[in-house]
Nanobody, 115 residues
């Protein structure tokens, strides 16, 4: 059973920072890519950032230069540091992984950026 446990999120003013974390098992963390998608009200879910087991990263153009995804190998955790937040970043953020084909999702965490 694949479990993704998210933490972080909340309410912040524009220009502020937040950090999201996603923890899973060692078995999955050691081989599978992990990352974050987000979904704003009335919009489709979109990729935010991905990191492979080897540490390669991909970012959406809208967050590149402001967000940083990283791995904490000691804690089986992927972190998303979000800086210079904008109201357009307001969304539910979902951790995900793709483990031997299927995609698995966390429960989602709300990020709200006020102007």
């Amino acid at each position: 059973q694949v479990q993704l446990v998210e933490s972080g999120g909340g309410l912040v003013q524009a220009g502020g920072s937040l950090r999201l974390s996603c923890t899973t098992s060692r078995t999955i963390f050691s081989v599978a890519p992990m990352g974050w998608h987000r979904q704003a009200p009335g919009k489709q879910r979109e990729l935010v950032a991905t990191i492979t087991a080897g540490g390669s990263t991909v970012y959406a153009a809208t967050v590149r230069g402001r967000f940083t995804i990283s791995r904490d190998d000691a804690k089986n955790t992927v972190n998303l540091q979000m800086n210079s937040l904008k109201p357009d970043d307001t969304a539910v953020y979902y951790c995900y992984t793709s483990y031997y084909g299927p995609v698995y999702w966390g429960q989602g965490t709300q990020v709200t950026v006020s102007s």
